[in-house]
């Protein structure tokens, strides 16, 4: 990468949320289209700008991983420039000298039959381990044993998948078509149970005794619900942590192909606004393959129910998740516990965390990720 030399006095010219330069072991950064991402909240960052921050990421409050590091280099400016520094014109004239070459590679970037959003400058394609003007989706199956250890290390640009465009569009979503897309459905869906259940027909453990079933009111429908939404969130952390997470074999290329598609490409590109949440054309089939499957396991209204809920359950936790990577909670508050125990699953524990909306199954699975602790300074 081309270098060149900042003093700290303009670099702490660069001191507010427009624009936010930091120093990090004599690097300079400017980490500006970082902001509204980070972890630990906008203001946290912005009151860091223009300073020195090579002991705020050795915590505390939070040391920052090996990956969160590696993420930190793509917003790489230049070297800091202290008194006494020789060289600095020569290294300039070095700058010039390369800018030529970086036009005509940028160029050659952009006249690729597949145009990519602007933002995939912040990778070098020229030392990664896939070509990153093509889809994805067939080339990571190559990387096999290296796979692993490349999809884990994360970056921010954008990420296509597909040759198609129709279908890389139907695998990518607005956040808001979620609830613009099932809330309506929700709602339509509890109003027929709850009418359902209002005309008296519905009982409960017909199939064992006539006798003894239970009658099932219509003031039952809002706890069924919240029970639905009960049963999503342990769906929601078993599927997370043994579809999403499953390791495929090396040697299997399918399998790689498929965790990627999944799961991968989020985990490789947390911040891709379009790969946040499911999106509507795929969920509608993973959708219908569950009341299928519930249908049959508990018919009924008691079952439609419940179901809905869990139907309300995944609409919460696709805009939390959402949130969670774009929003910036107040700090203390329970989502902002949520968006930093996240991160963490994202930057540093990929094996444990796997609840989004909750903590609440990490415990009886025992994947919680542990509590950093610090030594303190006598």
């Given at each position: 990468?081309?270098?060149?030399?900042?003093?700290?006095?303009?670099?702490?010219?660069?001191?507010?949320?427009?624009?936010?330069?930091?120093?990090?072991?004599?690097?300079?950064?400017?980490?500006?289209?970082?902001?509204?991402?980070?972890?630990?909240?906008?203001?946290?960052?912005?009151?860091?700008?223009?300073?020195?921050?090579?002991?705020?990421?050795?915590?505390?409050?939070?040391?920052?991983?090996?990956?969160?590091?590696?993420?930190?280099?793509?917003?790489?400016?230049?070297?800091?420039?202290?008194?006494?520094?020789?060289?600095?014109?020569?290294?300039?004239?070095?700058?010039?000298?390369?800018?030529?070459?970086?036009?005509?590679?940028?160029?050659?970037?952009?006249?690729?039959?597949?145009?990519?959003?602007?933002?995939?400058?912040?990778?070098?394609?020229?030392?990664?381990?896939?070509?990153?003007n093509k889809p994805l989706l067939w080339q990571v199956g190559l990387l096999r044993?290296?796979?692993?250890?490349?999809?884990?290390?994360?970056?921010?640009?954008?990420?296509?998948?597909?040759?198609?465009?129709?279908?890389?569009?139907?695998?990518?979503?607005?956040?808001?078509?979620?609830?613009?897309?099932?809330?309506?459905?929700?709602?339509?869906?509890?109003?027929?149970?709850?009418?359902?259940?209002?005309?008296?027909?519905?009982?409960?453990?017909?199939?064992?005794?006539?006798?003894?079933?239970?009658?099932?009111?219509?003031?039952?429908?809002?706890?069924?619900?919240?029970?639905?939404?009960?049963?999503?969130?342990?769906v929601e952390y078993l599927i997370h942590r043994y579809v999403f997470h499953m390791?495929?074999?090396?040697?299997?290329?399918?399998?790689?192909?498929?965790?990627?598609?999944?799961?991968?490409?989020?985990?490789?590109?947390?911040?891709?606004?379009?790969?946040?949440?499911?999106?509507?054309?795929?969920?509608?089939?993973?959708?219908?393959?569950?009341?299928?499957?519930?249908?049959?396991?508990?018919?009924?209204?008691?079952?439609?129910?419940?179901?809905?809920?869990?139907?309300?359950?995944?609409?919460?936790?696709?805009?939390?998740?959402?949130?969670?990577?774009?929003?910036?909670?107040?700090?203390?508050?329970?989502?902002?516990?949520?968006?930093?125990?996240?991160?963490?699953?994202?930057?540093?524990?990929?094996?444990?965390?796997?609840?989004?909306?909750?903590?609440?199954?990490?415990?009886?699975?025992?994947?919680?990720?542990?509590?950093?602790?610090?030594?303190?300074?006598?």
């Amino acid at each position: 990468m081309e270098k060149r030399y900042f003093s700290m006095a303009e670099v702490e010219e660069h001191a507010s949320a427009e624009s936010c330069w930091i120093v990090h072991e004599s690097r300079v950064y400017d980490v500006s289209a970082f902001i509204p991402r980070h972890p630990g909240g906008q203001q946290l960052l912005v009151q860091r700008a223009g300073r020195d921050v090579s002991r705020d990421m050795d915590g505390p409050p939070h040391r920052h991983s090996t990956n969160a590091r590696r993420w930190l280099q793509q917003y790489y400016i230049g070297e800091l420039r202290r008194e006494g520094d020789q060289g600095e014109e020569e290294e300039l004239e070095q700058f010039s000298q390369k800018q030529q070459a970086f036009r005509e590679r940028r160029i050659n970037y952009q006249a690729s039959d597949l145009v990519m959003d602007a933002r995939c400058k912040s990778v070098d394609p020229e030392n990664d381990l896939v070509d990153w003007n093509k889809p994805l989706l067939w080339q990571v199956g190559l990387l096999r044993e290296k796979y692993d250890e490349w999809v884990h290390q994360p970056i921010d640009r954008p990420i296509r998948l597909f040759y198609s465009d129709l279908v890389e569009a139907c695998s990518k979503t607005a956040w808001y078509m979620v609830p613009l897309v099932w809330i309506p459905i929700v709602i339509l869906c509890s109003w027929y149970c709850y009418t359902d259940l209002a005309q008296g027909n519905t009982r409960i453990f017909t199939s064992f005794t006539t006798e003894y079933s239970i009658r099932v009111h219509k003031y039952c429908f809002p706890l069924l619900f919240v029970f639905g939404m009960f049963l999503w969130s342990l769906v929601e952390y078993l599927i997370h942590r043994y579809v999403f997470h499953m390791k495929p074999p090396a040697s299997n290329y399918y399998l790689i192909t498929l965790h990627f598609m999944l799961h991968g490409q989020h985990h490789k590109s947390p911040f891709d606004g379009s790969r946040l949440v499911f999106p509507p054309v795929p969920a509608s089939l993973v959708v219908a393959l569950f009341y299928t499957a519930f249908h049959l396991v508990a018919p009924g209204a008691v079952g439609k129910s419940i179901f809905v809920g869990g139907l309300g359950g995944y609409v919460v936790y696709d805009m939390i998740h959402y949130y969670l990577h774009y929003g910036s909670p107040k700090k203390g508050s329970y989502l902002y516990g949520l968006k930093a125990y996240h991160v963490k699953h994202h930057f540093e524990h990929q094996k444990l965390g796997f609840g989004i909306t909750s903590r609440m199954w990490d415990y009886p699975f025992k994947t919680v990720i542990p509590e950093e602790k610090f030594e303190k300074i006598h």
